[in-house]
């Protein structure tokens, strides 16, 4: 063992190393840190006292404020300077990114404009300055900043701390307030004209009913934006040509009042147009989109903004707490009849949330357009999961039966099971079950809003439920064996050691479904049943992400894990998985965890233990930049040197050898492939050097050689495996070779108490591998035990490697050994 002095000037240089790196600059840290930074700020003012009633008055002076500072601007234009100010721009064919929320702001500023507007009982505001509405705007960000940091100020001082279900409505009502889009804006829309115009039922309804379908609703507002896009465009085009003729005369000393005025002119006109320029005719969306004018109008008056008698004070209030007017209805309409939207990232939200609050009012179409819904979610996450699990067997929306008291319970014969539920799919690829539930319902505005106990109702419907379902068809085969499946009978199912469960959700709540520690501490979820919940448009475009099916399963194993839930946390599911891609989803287990689940173990090492301690809860930032540019690339068709490539999983020393095992179809392919990725980096080059290493070499005698390995870095005893390479010497015959290495695999792993267990066997003379053979046979038989008997004992076994360590265990030597 070194010295304690070397050792410290070892970590010394560690740590100096670590000291002298430049971090990677991250503006999504750098605005969550700030609007930390920013709330503590506030916080310190209402600390004193009743923090309740200095944060709402604190509240109520910024209100007033805002309101008394923007009376004198015309609502519609400081909405369009503030659209310029908020919104991320990006030349034609490129993609805007921004960290921060500028939706939130510009929505919050456009209500507050116009409920001021509606107080002061008139359309026309009096002539501002030149520029005086630009400054207003430029400065008007930290004052909406503050309003809605007071507002949250204020959630947390009403929390009621016996509420359980308090940090998820938090959860919630800060997303609707600061995010939009959670998933890709085309992803929706694909999937809402699905839902509202692919059931010719549902679709009539809407025509008869409102004059109007989801095609319609969806082409007027995107219409309305595009062709505020294209003036703007236009005004910008003009700025610059007027500009370019005034530096013209300039350089040739012939520069006019004139030209100045037109110079000016198209300045003023870009930054602080007329209402005129920056609102939208009826007429103009017919001609463009080419819907009947009737059609149009009655998109105009469903999708039409309405704050009713609301003042500023009111519609902030709303906004603030997750009540978002604009959510469904965001189309501004000005007294001239001209239309306006703040911008379209709603758009495809407001179609669904609108025409479903309609279809409500019939009950007979509403049940055939949820029953159209579950339908549509079940295919489609059929043939996600499909893509990711080739060769996979899947019961799709089958019934089975369970138990229906205790007497059938106690009997335990499946035969006689009368009580019959259903299972959405049920995926089975040889030793490996995924079970899925999808569920179709809702999030309803009032549980957007905070109300917990409507919250309760819906994550209920949507959450526990799924977990349930899910965990009682999982403890059915656990317990049985298998399945009696209506209309086919028994299904044997003991093959099967590992069993994932996942709840698709129609909807998508990424603050909520990544949000598993809190569910757990609200009684939404038992510790002991996780699902992994995941919307499904992650689904989908995480099943497209993942280049070979052992990162999905590997994926699936670690999202599960109940410590990964409390040590990362992420506003959004596609973090996780790129965050995945990125690091692994690691967490050190405990070492004395793992000794109980596996005591054949040595002591944890030191190196074990400082890497468990030294484990730190992590919040991941947005991690999406990279997606971002290959999904926008994807869409627009960009093909070429500089089409932008999808982003993968790090490489691994061993992807070539899970993809041979995938291509032979050996059994257990996918289990093993997982099981071989989860390792790092360092481990996994040992592992492809081991079949060679026996075989340059071979055993002076002529015998095979092997050498065995457990893997144990998990807490679950089910987790475990034992992974044995052998050689197969020249003149021995192939089957007494696999029969010989098959026999000591299976009395290794009883041994052990391993329930799963694969040789890789090599030809000698060739140095090919020959045979991958796996074995997941448990408990115990006469010729078991007396092959056990002539083993070498458990102490004897050579230390396991730590499969994610992040170097070779001390000591440890890259020698072949015999079989023991």
Known sequence: MASRSKRRDARNKRKRRAGSATPAFDPHAQVMAESFAALVELMATVADGDPAAKADAAFKEAVQELVTKLRRFDAIRLIEAARLA???????????????????????????????????????????????MSHFVSEAKDDLGKILHLAQLRSLAAVDPADKLAIMSLLIRGAEVWMRNTSYSEMVEKTN?????????????????????????????????????????????????????????????????????????????????SAEQVTVAVDDIVAYTGIAAERVRAV???????????????????FTTGKNPMRARPLIVSDSGRLMLPHHALNVFAVRENLEEQLKTSQPVWAQYAKHRGD??????????????????????????????????AIADPAKYTR???????????????????KAVALSALARGGKTTRLRTDLTGIITKAAEQSGRMREAIQRDGGLRINNEGW?????????????????????????????????????????????????????????????????????????VTVMFRAPDELDLF??????????????????????????????????????????LSSRTEALDRWFYAKQHD????????????????????????????????????????????????????????????????????????????????????????????????????????HGYLRAKKHQLGLPRGVVFLYDEPTRDLVGVLYDGHIGPDAALTASVQSLWPVANLQRAIHPNAKRPPRGAKNTSKRKR
Request: glycine share 6%; proline share 6%; with cysteine.
């Open 491 to 563: 299904v044997d199912l003991s093959h099967i050691r590992e069993i994932h469960t996942v709840a698709v959700s129609l909807d998508d709540l990424s603050t909520v479904l990544t949000a598993t520690a809190e569910m757990v501490k609200a009684g939404l979820l038992s510790p002991d049943n996780i699902p992994w919940t995941v919307s499904l448009h992650d689904l989908e475009l995480i099943t497209e992400l993942v280049a070979r099916p052992a990162e999905f399963l590997l994926y699936l194993r670690r999202r599960r894990n109940p410590d």
């Open 300 to 318: 105009v008056e469903r999708f039409r903004l309405d704050l009713g008698t609301a003042d500023a004070a009111d519609v902030i209030g709303a």
């Open 638 to 741: 960009a093909v070429g040197p500089e089409s932008v490539s999808k982003p993968a999983m790090v490489p691994a020393p061993l992807a070539p050898f899970i993809d041979e095992l995938q291509s032979r179809q050996v059994t257990g392919w996918l289990s093993i492939g997982a099981t071989l990725l989860s390792m790092a980096e360092a481990v996994q080059h040992q592992f492809a050097r081991h079949g060679e290493q026996l075989l340059n070499h071979p055993d002076p005698h002529g015998r095979a050689r092997s050498m065995t390995v457990t893997v144990t870095a998990s807490v679950d005893p089910a987790e475990g495996w034992l992974f044995v390479w052998a050689t197969r010497p020249a003149g021995q015959d192939p089957d007494d070779a696999e029969k010989s290495i």
């Open 420 to 438: 019959r539920v259903e299972g959405d799919h049920l995926i089975l690829l040889d030793d490996v079950a995924i079970i899925v539930e999808d």
């Open 193 to 273: 004209l699905a839902l509202l115009d692919g059931n010719p039922s549902v679709r009539a309804a809407l025509n008869d009913q409102l004059g109007l379908d989801g095609t319609d609703a969806l082409a007027v507002l995107d219409a309305c934006h595009h062709l505020q896009h294209a003036s703007l465009n236009d005004r910008l085009n003009a700025m610059g040509a007027a500009m370019q003729i005034a530096m013209a005369a300039t350089h040739k000393g012939r520069v006019d009042d004139q030209l100045k005025e037109r110079a000016r002119s198209s300045l003023v006109s870009l930054f602080e147009p």
């Open 578 to 619: 790129l965050y995945f891609f990125e690091a692994g989803l690691w967490v050190e287990p405990d070492p004395a965890q793992v000794r109980a689940a596996f005591p054949f173990l040595s002591g944890p090492t030191t190196a074990e233990l400082r890497r468990y301690r030294a484990q730190q809860p992590v919040y």
């Open 376 to 409: 549509l979610l079940e295919s489609r996450t059929r043939t996600a999961l499909g893509r990711v699990l080739p060769g996979a067997r899947f019961l799709d929306a089958f019934e089975y039966y369970l138990p229906a008291n205790d007497r059938e319970a």
């Open 86 to 132: 908020f919104l991320p721009l990006a030349p034609a064919g490129q993609m805007p990114v921004t960290a921060e929320a500028g939706a939130a702001y510009l929505e919050l500023m456009a209500l507050v404009a116009l409920a001021a507007r509606d107080e002061m009982a008139t359309a026309a505001a009096p002539a501002a300055e030149f520029q005086q």
